[in-house]
Each structure stands twice: as structure tokens, then as C-alpha cells.
T-cell receptor, first 111, second 113 residues
């Protein structure tokens, strides 16, 4: 069965630009969570969507937003990029809190 | 406040040298504790979920155990391919259906041939 697919794998953006990342969960999974991972901070929770509704949110500024579509695919958007937004962005899908499967991530570099 | 601490931060072993990684946690209403393995530049790969104190799970050279305050990941006779960062994440019971995973910073394990 297909795993979690994140696109693109790598991205380079300039400060001030915006970016949209995509995540296709495992078929049948309705929950999608997003994380930011940096070497010093580890995995930081951004938000979780379940059946197109944001169910949980971490402590990130409003520049970080997301949405989920009726087919459970999810996107996250970061506006007005800052150098500190450079990170590996991971999404994880699950049936509902049971067993989270991660994608390979999108490596975002802001220059 | 929910917290999790993993130790040691880094560990280097010789092939065949067994050891244990520690995950200490303080979480309200523990619903489960997850162990993941992460290779550089990749997403975490699921290893185990433990749900109650006293529970143990095994997979190849790995065994995870759980108490009310800690979880251990025991690695028996490791091989170089076991080199990775091991992450633990207890899951607390948030309000309503808002369960969150609280992630440790991980233990970076290197195994020399």
C-alpha cells in the first residue's frame, strides 16, 4: 500500500516569499499532522487536520497555515518567509491517533 | 506541563555491544508512548507503541519497555545498520479529542563495525 507522499522534496525560497507544501496521506487515513524539524528544536507540532477540520494547533505564528481537502490531502502554507523557517517539514497520517506514518518530508531552505 | 527527556543525547557502540536508551516523561493522562527511528534526511519510521506500564514489545534486536515514568529501548547485539536517531513520543489526553504527541529530542546512535 502506498505510503505518505510529500511534495516537493526540496525547495529553496527567498525571504519574504510564500510557500505551499503538499501531503497525500495513506488511503483511508483521515488525520494529517504537520511538524517542523530543526536540529536544535527537534520535532515541533504545527497542526493537525481531521476530516477537513483543524483539530489541534501548535505554537506557531499565523504565517503558518494549513488546510485539508475532502480526499484527505493536506497543504500547509508559510507566508512572508524568514531565514528561521528553514527546516525539514514533515507530515504524518493516521487513522485516528493510532500509529502515525510519516512522509519523507520537504526540505525548505530560505535564503 | 507535559515533558519528555531522552538520554543519552548520543551513543556510540561497537557492533555486538548491547545497551539501552532512556525516555523519561511527565504527561497527563498517558494514552500511549511511541518509538520511532529516523535516518538522516528522512521521516521518522514507526517502531513500537506501548500503552500501559509493564508492557513490552520486541522487533528484531530492539525491545521497548514502559513504566509509569520511563520507557527504555534496549538494543541487543546491534549492527551498523541500527545507526540512526531514536525518538520517543508519549501521547497525552488533551481536552476533547485533542491528543498530542510530545516529542523528545532523540538519541543519536552510531554502531561501529
Amino acid at each position: 500500500k502506498a505510503g505518505v507522499t510529500q511534495t516537493p522534496r526540496y525547495l529553496i525560497k527567498t525571504r519574504g516569499q510564500q510557500v505551499t507544501l503538499s501531503c497525500s496521506p495513506i488511503s483511508g487515513h483521515r488525520s494529517v499532522s504537520w511538524y517542523q524539524q530543526t536540529p536544535g528544536q527537534g520535532l515541533q507540532f504545527l497542526f493537525e487536520y481531521f476530516s477537513e477540520t483543524q483539530r489541534n494547533k501548535g505554537n506557531f505564528p499565523g504565517r503558518f497555515s494549513g488546510r485539508q481537502f475532502s480526499n484527505s490531502r493536506s497543504e500547509m502554507n508559510v507566508s512572508t518567509l524568514e531565514l528561521g523557517d528553514s527546516a525539514l517539514y514533515l507530515c504524518a497520517s493516521s487513522l485516528d491517533h493510532y500509529g502515525y506514518t510519516f512522509g519523507s518530508g520537504t526540505r525548505l531552505t530560505v535564503v | 506541563e507535559d515533558q519528555v527527556t531522552q538520554s543519552p543525547e548520543a551513543l556510540r557502540l561497537q557492533e555486538g555491544e548491547s545497551s539501552s536508551l532512556n525516555c523519561s516523561y511527565t504527561v497527563s493522562g498517558l494514552r500511549g508512548l511511541f518509538w520511532y527511528r529516523q535516518d538522516p534526511g528522512k521521516g521518522p519510521e514507526f517502531l513500537f507503541t506501548l500503552y500501559s506500564a509493564g508492557e513490552e514489545k520486541e522487533k528484531e534486536r530492539l525491545k521497548a519497555t514502559l513504566t509509569k515514568k520511563e520507557s527504555f529501548l534496549h538494543i541487543t547485539a546491534p549492527k551498523p545498520e541500527d545507526s540512526a536517531t531514536y525518538l520517543c513520543a508519549p501521547q497525552g489526553e488533551g481536552a476533547g479529542n485533542n491528543r498530542k504527541l510530545i516529542w523528545g529530542l532523540g538519541t543519536s546512535l552510531g554502531v561501529n563495525p
